[in-house]
């Protein structure tokens, strides 16, 4: 298996077009390993289980011994790298090294990544640190960087990806999000506090055929000044940790004050109608409320929403991060130690668990200017949801905006559409006449669901842009029995709420 120091020199860019042009014409793409390996394999590289996917690598095609080299990282002979790759090309601009006299190895792990729109990219990463490569996570390095993973294709998946003159990647890593964003961004900007971490996210933008993005060194929002930007996005190093021992991870600040910092920071560096958007980590401290600590975040002329995906309890959470940096194959004694560490730190800040989401902040000039309130949605959604979402998140502050602009009359005197692959199922028991309660749910999206009232499921069947708010609410109340202007009364809470969460949308 291939190794290498992080003092090791990584490849040079120069001639990136050349090594990508061999990659593809081996089918070294994601669809092209997902043939090659068949679903099984595939899955468990995904889980850092190789011997699958050396045994669906025996042969000598051109794809198999790339697969070898930068996924599986083993050495391959001279005479079959060079068949696969310009060979004296990527030993001389350091993709390659010599094992031997007569065996290659890769220097960096490559990662074939599919693009939202079909696009043929690789990510680049220190060897062994891409999830799906050969060695999975668990790097002690303290300045190594990893490849793509979960946390950065989600954060990938609910990033809004509306044309914009800058976007800024904090904490760029292997440099998946500034990829994406050179997609849709005029000018990228990808800031990192290990140099390494941009010698990588400089690689992946080459070798996926992008363009070059500005790479600046340091903390946080240190490196770019005083600009600002359409669209800003991190996957920072939000894990909180006794001490700073992994920089891809550990945020080096007290608890969880790297997220609240870079949340709090980033309302001045928004232009205005601008997105930023963040996967963090938050404590859930004993005596407070964890809506509260993270609504206290929100910058001042910013909307915001927040989704709590995940919470574990102090005793998982110290066991998911001293597994992913391998400790708990380490000596039992320093797993001990290191363990107490992390419940050390946790009892002193009285943190009895650890919330895991997205945070989106937009910023608002009215908000700004205090014509009108924030709207500051903070929310607990652990359930699936069909990524990706960034058009998902512009219609949430799309109807944010609607709902405050519209009082109750106003709102009554408006027409409303069932948003699509919305259903409706009804709950009770077998045979009986009408049913316990009935759920809207969404198939799409959030694929949220929530319960009506029976003039709540009228309502929403009915609505299909013809009729006011008003006039379906009498109608109902002359069908049901009901006075009408009490149902105007006590509805409109309802509708709100079903235009808040997207079942209903408001007619154009």
Request: proline share 5%; with cysteine.
């Amino acid at each position: 298996m291939s190794t290498t120091s992080l003092t090791s020199r990584l490849p040079v860019p120069a001639r990136a077009a050349r090594l990508r042009e061999a990659l593809l014409a081996a089918d070294f793409t994601a669809d092209g390993l997902l043939e090659l390996l068949g679903a099984p394999a595939y899955a468990a590289l995904a889980r850092s289980e190789t011997v699958p996917a050396l045994r669906a690598t025996r042969g000598d095609s051109a794809l198999e011994t790339l697969v070898r080299l930068f996924l599986l990282q083993q050495h391959v002979s001279r005479a079959r790298a060079a068949a696969a790759l310009p060979l004296e090309e990527c030993l001389e601009d350091g993709w390659l090294v010599p094992e031997g006299e007569q065996e290659i190895g890769a220097s960096v792990d490559v990662r074939p990544y599919g693009g939202p729109d079909g696009q043929d990219w690789f990510i680049v990463s220190d060897l062994g640190c891409a999830v799906g490569g050969a060695g999975g996570i668990g790097s002690k390095d303290e300045g190594v960087v990893l490849g793509v993973g979960g946390a950065s294709t989600t954060l990938a998946g609910i990033t809004v990806r509306t044309p914009v003159s800058s976007a800024l990647d904090l904490g760029t890593g292997s440099g998946i999000q500034a990829l994406h964003a050179a997609q849709h961004a005029t000018l990228v900007t990808a800031t990192d506090l290990n140099p390494r971490a941009l010698d990588f996210t400089r690689l992946t933008l080459a070798l996926s055929g992008a363009r070059e993005a500005e790479l600046l060194q340091g903390s946080l929002f240190e490196p770019v000044d005083g600009d600002t930007y359409d669209l800003i996005v991190s996957n920072p190093p939000f894990v909180i940790s006794p001490g700073a021992r992994l920089t891809y991870r550990d945020g080096g600040m007290a608890g969880d004050d790297l997220c609240r910092t870079l949340v709090q920071e980033a309302g001045e560096r928004l232009n205005d109608g601008g997105y930023a958007q963040f996967l963090a980590n938050w404590q859930h401290v004993e005596g407070e409320e964890w809506q509260e600590r993270l609504r206290s975040w929100v910058p001042r002329g910013c909307d915001a929403w927040i989704v709590q995906r995940e919470v574990q309890d102090a005793t998982q959470y110290a066991e998911l991060w001293l597994r992913d940096s391998g400790d708990h194959r380490a000596d039992p004694a320093e797993y001990t130690r290191r363990y107490g560490a992390w419940l050390d730190e946790f009892e002193a800040r009285k943190t009895k668990a650890v919330g895991f989401g997205w945070i989106t902040l937009r910023k608002n000039a009215a908000v700004a200017a205090g014509a009108v309130e924030p709207s500051i949605v903070i929310e607990e959604w652990p359930h699936p949801v069909e990524q990706p979402l960034g058009d998902t998140v512009v219609a949430h502050f799309e109807r944010q905006d609607y709902l405050r602009s519209r009082d109750d009359a106003a709102l009554l005197a408006d027409r409303f559409v069932l948003a699509d692959e919305v259903v409706q199922e009804q709950v009770g028991l077998p045979g009986a006449e009408d049913p316990e309660h009935v759920v809207l749910r969404q198939n799409r999206g959030m694929r949220r669901a929530t319960k009506v009232d029976h003039v709540g499921a009228g309502f929403a069947g009915v609505c299909d842009g013809t009729l006011s708010a008003g006039r379906i609410l009498d109608a109902i109340g002359q069908l049901m029995g009901e006075d009408p202007v009490l149902l105007r009364d006590r509805t409109p809470q309802a509708i709100r709420l079903l235009v808040e969460e997207g079942f209903l949308l408001p007619s154009r």
